[in-house]
């Protein structure tokens, strides 16, 4: 089974904080995504990776960040964290790009 | 752009029903066509993926079907029990490899 874990199920921070938010697959899988999930607004893309040191903006990837050093991890930064970033953010894989994708557990982060 | 669509939005059915959750898209040009489950608060649990050559997939008492030629994904759940009670999302895999999700479809089975 695929496993896809995220650094933290709940996060509060403070507006201008820079935050990490780390997603580790165990698969060996090409690529990873980050996205958020709002109510009303559903899931929305903000950035992808297909390979090592590779990016892809999504559809939202305004304020944010990624960093992919190795396989297996995909970090997402918000350099400066703002109140209207509060969301759920949700980490996936998926062995080629066409391919089932796998979802992490998710992070609930607030930012006051 | 594609439009991924699911209605209804909130549907209750008492225990033991069979139902249809629905999905549509509007362009027809898509590699897949995802189903998944998300319990309050936690992340998404992949159900089934039906390529698009395929016409349906089959799990245990979930069976998705696709017809692209119209634009449109079933969910049909046999037997439902209050364990199935969920909201239920569908995705479909575009041109450039992207999920573009539904809003999804907030079940509820009462005993």
């Known amino acids: 089974d695929v496993k896809v874990t995220q650094s933290s199920r709940y996060l509060v921070k403070r507006t201008g904080e820079k935050v990490f938010l780390e997603c580790v697959q165990d698969m060996d899988h090409e690529n990873m995504f980050w996205y958020r999930q709002d109510p009303g607004l559903g899931l929305r893309l903000i950035y992808f990776s297909y390979d090592v040191k590779m990016k892809e903006k999504g559809d939202i990837p305004e304020g944010y960040s990624v960093s992919r050093e190795k396989k297996e991890r995909f970090s997402l930064i918000l350099e400066s964290a703002s109140t209207n970033q509060t969301s759920m953010y949700l980490c996936?894989?998926?062995?080629?790009?066409?391919?089932?994708?796998?979802f992490g557990p998710g992070t609930r982060l607030t930012v006051l | 752009k594609q439009e991924v669509t699911q209605i209804p939005a909130a549907l209750s059915v008492p225990e033991g029903e069979n139902l249809v959750l629905n999905c549509s898209f509007t362009d027809s040009a898509i590699y897949n066509l995802q189903w998944f489950r998300q319990d309050p608060g936690k992340g998404l649990t992949s159900l089934l993926l039906i390529q698009s050559s395929q016409r349906e997939q089959t799990s245990g008492r979930l069976n998705a079907s696709l017809d692209k030629s119209s634009g449109r994904s079933t969910l049909y759940i046999a037997a439902s029990q209050p364990g199935d009670s969920a909201t239920y999302l569908c995705a479909a895999t575009n041109q450039g490899g992207k999920l573009i999700f539904g809003q999804g479809t907030e079940l509820s089975v009462k005993p």
């Open positions: 996936a894989t998926a062995g080629y790009s066409y391919n089932e994708q796998f």
